[in-house]
């Protein structure tokens, strides 16, 4: 019997895996393809047509993804990146399977760039052993109360598939679409009667930084950052993705720099606000104008043929109003669900912190 970091109900007994699994290798997965999971360092990757081991065990990553667990019930191929256990004496896997997955081996202690777990490591990782009956009690136990949780995080994902269906339906309601009819004092225009657009300049990664005064904007959004003294511009304005990402919109914020593949706003017409354009170009299925290939374009010419509905300024300014209070109520809604996963994931671990000390 082993000493364990923490007392156990009377009964248990701490072991290391060693004593209760022999640890084998997995080999490289056969050629022929079938029906059978071949299940790597990070899960199941490929079918092939023989089992490698034909009885319920638990699968540890050894390379890459080091100490990710998976417990396998059907007949399985473990490839060379994992160990698989051989069951020396009676358990239940699924009980080997979550304390594994509560506290995972560590590769720790590893020189190899590629994260490694050492089998040696794994045979002394230490297991609470309840007798074979109050396993299989509190794992059915665990699975209840965890199934709870899952079905909590199923409505959650739900509800956060909603707040973006939410938003989206809000923007296809406010901006008509081009060949529908405009509301009265809305007319339709070309983005090049209402803009002038210039290309981004060319910056080096090596100027590149993780933090600074000045974001650097490329076609999808912020790259890094520059020093400063570096910036374009010193105002608010929308970048437009030119190569790669292209025709996606993004807001600037000054100072900042344009990278030569976005293109940017310099000037806007009186009547137009920018950040009523920000929200309709976001609407405008601008993506959808760009050459498509290895890398993807889309000109400044091109842009500028693009039809957008334009109402009086004053409505213009009233539309923005209101997508910005719906955008607050959806980022509310997505910071109570980010705080309601956090609370699942504490409540998912102290179900098996009270399962693995006998709680339950």
Same mark, same amino acid.
Not at 102 to 127: I, N, Q
Not at 140 to 169: P, S, T
Not at 242 to 252: F, I, K
């Given at each position: 019997?082993?000493? %364990?970091?923490?007392?156990?109900?009377?009964?248990?007994?701490?072991?290391?895996?060693?004593?209760?699994?022999?640890? *084998?290798?997995?080999?490289?997965?056969?050629?022929?393809?079938?029906?059978?999971?071949?299940?790597?360092?990070?899960? #199941?990757?490929?079918?092939?047509?023989?089992?490698?081991?034909? @009885?319920?065990? #638990?699968? #540890?990553?050894?390379? $890459?993804?080091?100490?990710?667990?998976?417990?396998?019930?059907?007949?399985?191929?473990?490839? /060379?990146?994992? @160990?698989?256990?051989? &069951?020396?004496?009676?358990?239940?896997?699924? &009980?080997?399977?979550?304390?594994?997955?509560?506290?995972?081996?560590?590769?720790?202690?590893?020189?190899?760039?590629?994260?490694?777990?050492?089998?040696? /490591?794994?045979?002394?990782?230490? #297991?609470?052993?309840?007798?074979?009956?109050?396993?299989?009690?509190?794992?059915?136990?665990?699975?209840?109360?965890?199934?709870?949780?899952?079905?909590?995080? *199923?409505?959650?994902? %739900?509800?956060?598939? /909603?707040?973006?269906?939410?938003?989206?339906?809000?923007?296809?309601?406010? @901006?008509?679409?081009?060949?529908?009819?405009?509301?009265? $004092?809305?007319? &339709?225009?070309?983005?090049?009667?209402?803009?002038?657009?210039? +290309?981004?300049? @060319?910056? *080096?990664?090596?100027?590149?930084?993780?933090? %600074?005064?000045? =974001?650097?904007?490329?076609? +999808?959004?912020?790259? $890094?950052?520059?020093?400063?003294?570096?910036?374009?511009?010193?105002?608010?304005?929308?970048?437009?993705? =030119?190569?790669?990402?292209? %025709?996606?919109? +993004? &807001?600037?914020?000054?100072?900042?720099?344009?990278? /030569? +593949?976005?293109?940017?706003?310099?000037?806007?017409?009186?009547?137009?606000?920018?950040?009523?354009?920000?929200?309709?170009?976001?609407?405008?299925?601008?993506?959808?104008?760009?050459?498509?290939?290895?890398?993807?374009?889309?000109?400044?010419?091109?842009?500028?043929?693009?039809?957008?509905?334009?109402?009086?300024?004053?409505?213009?300014?009233?539309?923005?109003?209101?997508?910005?209070?719906?955008?607050?109520?959806?980022?509310?809604?997505?910071?109570?669900?980010?705080?309601?996963?956090?609370?699942?994931?504490?409540?998912?671990?102290?179900?098996?912190?009270?399962?693995?000390?006998?709680?339950?």
């Amino acid at each position: 019997m082993s000493e %364990g970091p923490y007392k156990l109900p009377e009964g248990w007994r701490w072991v290391r895996l060693g004593e209760v699994a022999d640890i *084998r290798y997995g080999k490289a997965k056969p050629e022929q393809p079938g029906r059978v999971p071949v299940v790597g360092s990070g899960g #199941v990757y490929a079918l092939t047509n023989i089992p490698l081991v034909s @009885f319920p065990t #638990v699968i #540890v990553g050894r390379k $890459g993804s080091a100490g990710e667990v998976f417990l396998m019930e059907e007949p399985c191929w473990p490839s /060379d990146t994992t @160990f698989y256990l051989v &069951w020396k004496v009676e358990v239940i896997p699924r &009980w080997i399977a979550a304390w594994l997955q509560f506290k995972k081996p560590s590769p720790e202690g590893t020189t190899a760039t590629l994260p490694s777990l050492r089998r040696e /490591d794994l045979e002394a990782h230490l #297991v609470p052993l309840p007798p074979l009956p109050e396993q299989r009690r509190i794992v059915a136990r665990i699975e209840e109360l965890v199934g709870r949780v899952q079905e909590a995080r *199923r409505l959650r994902e %739900g509800a956060k598939q /909603d707040a973006e269906r939410l938003w989206q339906a809000v923007l296809a309601e406010t @901006f008509p679409r081009p060949g529908t009819e405009l509301p009265e $004092g809305w007319r &339709w225009v070309k983005l090049g009667e209402v803009i002038e657009l210039k +290309n981004g300049k @060319f910056i *080096r990664k090596s100027e590149l930084a993780e933090s %600074g005064p000045v =974001r650097v904007y490329g076609s +999808n959004g912020v790259i $890094g950052y520059a020093p400063e003294g570096k910036a374009l511009i010193d105002t608010e304005t929308l970048a437009i993705g =030119r190569v790669g990402a292209s %025709g996606v919109v +993004n &807001w600037v914020t000054p100072p900042a720099w344009i990278s /030569d +593949n976005a293109m940017y706003i310099v000037e806007l017409a009186q009547d137009c606000d920018i950040k009523y354009l920000f929200y309709v170009l976001k609407q405008s299925g601008l993506t959808a104008l760009a050459k498509q290939g290895a890398q993807p374009s889309i000109s400044q010419e091109q842009v500028y043929q693009l039809l957008i509905p334009l109402p009086p300024l004053p409505e213009q300014q009233r539309i923005v109003a209101h997508l910005e209070a719906v955008q607050e109520r959806v980022r509310t809604l997505r910071e109570a669900q980010a705080q309601m996963e956090a609370e699942l994931r504490q409540l998912e671990r102290a179900i098996l912190e009270r399962a693995f000390r006998g709680e339950l």
